[in-house]
């Protein structure tokens, strides 16, 4: 890769350090600008009090959103991978798993009804798509679902159908990777051609948070803890043109006393 370029990604992940830093802090979200491209990211979670050593139930939202400075098709992301803070735990003991080939050609309240025990979260997608009278919006519900494990490891299955120019679903499995230090957790996300190549990803939102009973116990499928007053999340986009925007979101948590 061209120093020019590698001095340029340098300086995408410093920006976006920066700003979410201070989006952190402030409770707002995150700006980042790169030539023609504007990426908005912000997330969230309740409660925001919790222990310091002990692991207790969690609902955490992330939101982010796509564009160009000149109005035209954003150029198309086509990874996504976010670590978890180590004081996050993730739990799918005894929830049921639903298989992407399972969903792979069902619409959003049909999947949502075939695996109804399996869904860990929900949401919403929208892409902007290229024709020839113009651009156009697609969206789309997201139903985030407990996956069947990838090579031994825990998965997730993002599921949505889009109608616009024409129907397309997708199921997408997606590995999650337990990590040592800093992060726990590592979620890569790859993510298909929208439209044949003609549609860009432009927005995602997602709420994620289930509790369930298994084995006689009260369960969450996300847990976390605050020892050191910080939860983080770090997120690396990847798009078509091989621009890469990478950096941390830094959100405060309050330690409860005596726990």
């Not at 692991?55 to 939101?63: A, C, H, I, M, Y």
């Not at 919403?124 to 490891?153: C, H, M």
């Not at 957790?185 to 439209?195: E, F, G, H, K, Q």
Request: with cysteine.
């Amino acid at each position: 890769m061209p120093r020019v370029r590698l001095r340029r990604l340098a300086l995408v992940a410093a920006a976006l350090l920066a700003l979410v830093a201070a989006a952190g802090a402030s409770g707002r979200g995150a700006l980042v600008e790169v030539d023609n491209l504007v990426l908005r990211a912000d997330g969230a979670f309740e409660p925001r009090k919790l222990p310091r050593s002990t692991f207790v139930p969690l609902e955490f939202e992330g939101r982010a959103s796509i564009s160009s400075r000149d109005g035209t098709r954003p150029v198309a992301l086509r990874q996504l991978i976010v670590d978890f803070d180590h004081d996050g735990r993730l739990s799918a003991q005894g929830l049921p798993t639903c298989p992407a080939e399972r969903i792979a050609n069902a619409g959003v309240d049909e999947a949502r009804q075939l695996c109804q025990g399996a869904i860990v979260g929900k949401g919403q997608i929208s892409a902007v798509i290229s024709l020839s009278t113009g651009l156009i919006e697609a969206t789309s519900p997201l139903t985030i679902f407990n996956g069947p494990p990838i090579e031994g490891r825990p998965s997730a299955v993002l599921h949505a159908q889009t109608t616009e120019p024409g129907t397309q679903t997708f199921a997408i499995p997606v590995p999650i990777e337990k990590r040592r230090g800093e992060y726990r957790y590592r979620v890569t996300i790859d993510l298909p051609l929208i439209a044949a190549g003609l549609g860009s990803l432009s927005r995602i939102e997602v709420q994620v948070g289930r509790r369930y009973r298994s084995g006689g116990k009260a369960r969450s499928y996300v847990s976390a803890r605050c020892s050191d007053n910080l939860l983080r999340t770090h997120g690396r986009f990847t798009f078509e043109d091989d621009t890469v925007i990478d950096g941390g979101v830094t959100k405060f948590c309050y330690s409860l006393p005596g726990r």
